[in-house]
């Protein structure tokens, strides 16, 4: 069993940032892919960045890109995302997720864990 536990989320102006972490229980995490996922009222959970096992490989959903950046470190079963230039259409509930698959955009069906959320607000 796998546990995920977020943190880091919150209120922020826009233009700001924040910075999510995610640490993992158990010693599976380096193998599987790691993303973070959002879902803001009334929409779908969309995938917003994918990391590969390694963090060789990254993915980010168009609406991101250039202002997060998603990382790494396997020493310490953690997973980051660095939100910055942030705007109120990023205010939604952030999910970190574990998929043992090997895509780097899996669906929200896709993945096998799924941590308990965190808010981000962004409002002025």
């Known amino acids: 069993q796998v546990q995920l536990v977020e943190s880091g989320g919150g209120l922020v102006r826009p233009g700001g940032s924040l910075r999510l972490s995610c640490v993992a229980s158990?010693?599976?995490?380096?193998?599987?892919?790691m993303g973070w996922f959002r879902q803001a009222p009334g929409n779908q959970r969309e995938l917003v960045a994918a990391?590969?096992?390694?963090?060789?490989?990254?993915e980010y959903a168009d609406s991101v890109k250039g202002r997060f950046t998603i990382s790494r470190d396997n020493a310490k079963n953690t997973v980051y995302l660095q939100m910055n230039s942030l705007n109120p259409e990023d205010t939604a509930v952030y999910y970190c997720?574990?998929?043992?698959?090997?895509?780097?955009?899996?669906?929200?069906?896709?993945?096998?864990?799924w941590g308990q959320g965190t808010q981000v607000t962004v409002s002025s």
């Open positions: 990391i590969s096992p390694g963090g060789a490989a990254t």
């Open positions: 158990g010693s599976i995490f380096s193998i599987g892919v």
């Open positions: 997720a574990l998929h043992f698959g090997s895509s780097l955009s899996p669906g929200a069906h896709d993945v096998n864990y």
